[in-house]
C-alpha cells in the first residue's frame, strides 16, 4: 500500500469511526485500524490532509465527467468542439501530482464558490457547486 492510498484508508476509516450510525464496536475497531495504518506508514496529520483532498478531487473529477456525459447531446463537436478537449483536459487532470491535486482542489472550490455568488442560478454552476459540496462533505473537508 502507498503512502497516498494509506492516508485515504484512513481518512475513510476516519469517517466511518465518525458517523453516528457506525455501531460503538465498529467504530472503535476502525479507529484501531486507522491509528495501526498511521503508525506503520508513519503518517503525519498533513500526509493526511493531502490524502483526503486528492481523493476528493479525484472524486470531483469523476462526478464532473459524468456530467459532461449526460450534457455531452449539448456539447459541440468537430473541430471546436468542447467534447475532445474537455476529455483530453480530463486526461491531463488525472495525471497530476497529489499536491497539484490537492491545491487545484482549493482553487477549483474557490472559483465555484465565486460563481455560484454571481451567477448561482445557472443550471450549470449549481449542479457543479451541487457536485463539488457533495464530494467536499464525503471527505470531510471544510474548504
Not at 469517517?15 to 465498529?26: I, M, N, S, V, Y
Not at 459524468?66 to 473541430?79: E, F, N
Request: glycine share 4%; with cysteine; aromatic share 2%.
Amino acid at each position: 500500500m502507498t503512502r497516498r492510498e494509506a492516508a485515504e484508508k484512513v481518512a475513510k476509516l476516519r469517517r466511518l469511526a465518525d458517523d453516528p450510525r457506525t455501531p460503538r464496536e465498529e467504530a472503535h475497531n476502525a479507529r484501531e485500524a486507522a491509528a495501526k495504518i498511521t503508525r506503520e506508514h508513519k503518517l503525519k496529520e498533513q500526509d493526511l490532509a493531502t490524502g483526503r483532498m486528492c481523493a476528493a478531487f479525484d472524486d470531483l473529477v469523476g462526478e464532473l465527467e459524468k456530467a459532461v456525459q449526460r450534457r455531452s447531446a449539448h456539447l459541440p463537436t468537430g473541430i471546436f468542439g468542447a467534447e475532445q478537449s474537455i476529455k483530453t483536459a480530463l486526461d491531463g487532470i488525472r495525471k497530476m501530482t497529489d499536491v497539484d491535486k490537492a491545491t487545484r482542489l482549493r482553487q477549483l472550490t474557490t472559483v465555484v464558490r465565486t460563481a455560484a455568488i454571481f451567477v448561482g442560478d445557472h443550471p450549470v454552476v449549481a449542479e457543479v457547486k451541487a457536485v463539488l459540496d457533495a464530494v467536499l462533505k464525503n471527505h470531510d473537508l471544510m474548504l
